[in-house]
């Protein structure tokens, strides 16, 4: 269980079918008719283009929730990365951004509904929008079963339309391929651009993934992969057999072009594929976008009420009808505007998950430890950055007004209400506090994110990791001689139970009261007897120049002071073992040496992959939830 009560129950199949869902809906459906009026036959390649931008966002963006895979997805990390004003600002059109495109959804199930039934429609689809957020207070399982199902149906009926639509196309129809020029082409790839939007709703349920090192890549890269294939194969085959002078006015073109090779019943199957994605992307907006509220809520940026969760149902009832209220309401909306905000919106959200790859990794915050990196750093984070860009100034000056004025709002927002809850520290401090050598920064974000490790790899707490966070550090940035080292390690051991105070004689071997094995090239431990049987302790030392102690082949960087007591005789032979097993990683002594503090080091050995045998400790907001409400020990 995840923090305010949240479980992790979404696999690599629900993720697929969630994005899947997600993005296939009126962008492929009702979409390709809009966009070829603007970009003609080389729509195929608007949408193909907007693909890779969302393929080179969506790297970071992976980065980016393996390292933090809590509720909220992109505002969680801006907010990290950028501070509490841009997040709260993105958080709060990231959630506008998601509810539009399933009102945009919901506008694609009356457009193909008018189709079928001999009368208004409207009030069955707000009867749908009320029946997805219904499903979701029920619970993320059923909701995401749903997409399932559906998302299979869907695929099947995408690839018939394909198999037996392509020997149907006519090549005259592609000419002329480009009849308003490329930068048309350009302008309507930021159009399409929220046809792919869907892939951010992940990084919103990032906290109820099953190992999201894992079930993140392998989910959200191929859910693109397929989308983008079968968007071009749809829009290329589309394009082929209605031709312009259908096309361009076209609300259905999908169907359309399914009733000129397959009949009325093909179109009818193309109308059905049509409504089952209209309502993936309705339940799966519903699911991720209430998940902005929640953390929003959490931060103190939104009132209580939206981070409180069902105790049955591990849902976020308030954040939940709140979105399904407010889809309703955007129903009513132009179908243009919808679209252009939410592009606009889902435009930034990229730019931005781009930004934070490069703040994250600059600021060089120890416990930053995505367990996917971005290839290509930074050139495919600027890379995507100047697409985003380019593709805004071609959507047009109107959306691009339309979203200083939602950014504006979302700033008055934090001003008025988010900035008086809480000062929140971001890695941006710290890449100034790097740049003009000054320390502007604290350790709130390295805990915090320490935290969030400790709760994504499931590393429980042992005693060895107890003796470690409270250990004492010898930190030395100046070359220092053995003597030096003696005095400071005789003024931190005798405080801890040193039996008698180190020589040089001891550190040379002449001693076997004290003992010092150079493990591996640069890095030693040393073992010292304690004044009380029952004294077990370890003290950390790092030397920057590397100490030139006897017995060591390489200057040593990292030395482990034991001090153990006749009573502890087995738990250091434990404890050795589990140091050892933390050395063998061969990045330990790169990070060693780059380590910012005392804390910093201690984390690396916290933090490690190994075996340990105890149990994760509860988190204060889990306390509740045991059944007799007190802390379980940990061995």
Same mark, same amino acid.
């Given at each position: 269980?995840?923090?305010?009560?949240?479980?992790?129950?979404?696999?690599?199949?629900?993720?697929?079918?969630?994005?899947?869902?997600?993005?296939?809906?009126?962008?492929?459906?009702?979409?390709?008719?809009?966009?070829?009026?603007?970009?003609?036959?080389?729509?195929?390649?608007?949408?193909?283009?907007?693909?890779?931008?969302?393929?080179?966002?969506?790297?970071?963006?992976?980065?980016?929730?393996?390292?933090?895979?809590?509720?909220?997805?992109?505002?969680?990390?801006?907010?990290?990365?950028?501070?509490?004003?841009?997040?709260?600002?993105?958080?709060?059109?990231?959630?506008?951004?998601?509810?539009?495109?399933?009102?945009?959804?919901?506008?694609?199930?009356?457009?193909?509904?008018?189709?079928?039934?001999?009368?208004?429609?409207?009030?069955?689809?707000?009867?749908?929008?009320?029946?997805?957020?219904?499903?979701?207070?029920?619970?993320?399982?059923?909701?995401?079963?749903?997409?399932?199902?559906?998302?299979?149906?869907?695929?099947?009926?995408?690839?018939?339309?394909?198999?037996?639509?392509?020997?149907?196309?006519?090549?005259?129809?592609?000419?002329?391929?480009?009849?308003?020029?490329?930068?048309?082409?350009?302008a309507t790839a930021g159009f399409v651009f929220v046809s792919y939007g869907g892939l951010i709703q992940i990084s919103a349920l990032a906290e109820e993934i099953k190992n999201p090192s894992r079930t993140v890549p392998l989910g959200l890269l191929s859910a693109l992969g397929v989308t983008a294939a079968a968007y071009c194969l749809m829009v290329f085959v589309t394009s082929g057999i209605l031709g312009s002078e259908s096309l361009d006015t076209s609300l259905t073109p999908i169907s359309d072009a399914a009733w000129v090779f397959m009949g009325r019943g093909g179109e009818m199957a193309l109308t059905v594929a049509a409504m089952t994605a209209f309502l993936t992307t309705a339940n799966a907006g519903i699911l991720s976008a209430s998940r902005y509220l929640l953390s929003l809520s959490r931060d103190e940026l939104l009132p209580a009420l939206f981070g409180k969760v069902h105790p049955k149902r591990k849902t976020p009832a308030p954040a939940v009808i709140t979105t399904g209220?407010?889809?309703?309401?955007?129903?009513?909306?132009?179908?243009?505007?919808?679209?252009?905000?939410?592009?606009?919106?889902?435009?930034?959200?990229?730019?931005?998950?781009?930004?934070?790859?490069?703040?994250?990794?600059?600021?060089?915050?120890?416990?930053?430890?995505?367990?996917?990196?971005?290839?290509?750093?930074?050139?495919?984070?600027?890379?995507?950055?100047?697409?985003?860009?380019?593709?805004?100034?071609?959507?047009?000056?109107?959306?691009?007004?339309?979203?200083?004025?939602?950014?504006?709002?979302?700033?008055?927002?934090f001003w008025f209400y988010g900035r008086v809850k809480q000062e929140r520290e971001y890695a941006l401090l710290h890449v100034l506090s790097r740049l003009s050598a000054r320390k502007v920064v604290r350790t709130a974000l390295e805990s915090e994110l320490k935290e969030i490790i400790r709760e994504r790899d499931e590393l429980c707490l042992d005693r060895f990791d107890h003796v470690i966070e409270g250990s004492e550090v010898i930190d030395l940035v100046e070359p220092c001689s053995p003597e030096a080292l003696l005095d400071r390690l005789n003024s931190v051991l005798e405080r801890r139970g040193l039996e008698r105070p180190l020589t040089m004689a001891d550190l040379n071997g002449e001693d076997p009261g004290v003992k010092f094995?150079?493990?591996?090239?640069?890095?030693?431990? /040393?073992? !010292?007897?304690?004044?009380?049987?029952?004294?077990? @302790?370890?003290?950390? #030392?790092? *030397?920057? &120049?590397?100490?030139?102690?006897p017995g060591a082949e390489a200057p040593v960087h990292a030395l482990f002071f034991f001090l153990v007591g006749s009573d502890e005789q087995d738990f250091h032979l434990k404890a050795v073992a589990a140091l050892a097993q933390v050395l063998q990683d061969?990045?330990?002594?790169?990070?060693?040496?780059?380590?910012?503090? /005392?804390? !910093?080091?201690?984390?690396?050995?916290?933090?490690? @992959?190994?075996?340990? #045998?105890? *149990?994760? &400790?509860?988190?204060?907001?889990?306390?509740?939830?045991?059944?007799?409400?007190r802390p379980r020990r940990v061995p």
């Open positions: 269980m995840t923090g305010n009560g949240l479980t992790k129950r979404l696999g690599v199949l629900e993720i697929f079918c969630i994005a899947v869902g997600a993005m296939v809906s009126s962008g492929i459906f009702i979409l390709p008719g809009l966009a070829h009026a603007k970009a003609g036959p080389a729509v195929v390649v608007s949408y193909f283009l907007a693909g890779c931008l969302m393929g080179s966002a969506a790297l970071s963006t992976i980065e980016l929730v393996t390292a933090m895979p809590k509720a909220g997805g992109d505002y969680f990390f801006i907010a990290r990365a950028m501070g509490p004003a841009v997040g709260t600002v993105m958080g709060l059109l990231s959630w506008l951004a998601l509810t539009l495109k399933s009102a945009f959804a919901l506008v694609g199930i009356w457009a193909f509904a008018e189709k079928i039934f001999p009368f208004d429609t409207r009030a069955v689809v707000v009867g749908l929008a009320v029946f997805f957020t219904v499903l979701n207070l029920w619970g993320t399982k059923s909701s995401s079963l749903f997409q399932v199902i559906f998302v299979i149906v869907l695929l099947s009926l995408m690839s018939l339309f394909v198999v037996l639509g392509f020997p149907h196309v006519r090549i005259r129809n592609y000419e002329p391929f480009t009849p308003y020029g490329w930068n048309a082409v350009l209220l407010f889809l309703i309401g955007l129903f009513f909306v132009p179908l243009e505007s919808l679209v252009k905000m939410a592009s606009m919106v889902i435009l930034l959200t990229q730019a931005l998950a781009n930004a934070c790859v490069i703040i994250l990794r600059e600021s060089r915050i120890h416990n930053y430890q995505p367990t996917f990196k971005a290839p290509w750093y930074p050139w495919l984070q600027i890379a995507s950055l100047a697409g985003v860009v380019l593709l805004i100034v071609e959507i047009g000056l109107e959306t691009f007004l339309i979203g200083l004025v939602f950014i504006a709002a979302g700033l008055g927002f094995v150079e493990i591996f090239p640069g890095i030693g431990v /040393a073992e !010292a007897g304690a004044s009380r049987p029952e004294v077990f @302790d370890v003290v950390l #030392v790092r *030397s920057r &120049e590397g100490l030139r102690l061969p990045k330990f002594d790169i990070r060693w040496r780059h380590a910012r503090n /005392a804390q !910093a080091l201690k984390d690396i050995i916290v933090l490690a @992959d190994r075996r340990r #045998v105890c *149990s994760l &400790e509860p988190r204060p907001w889990e306390m509740d939830t045991l059944p007799d409400a």
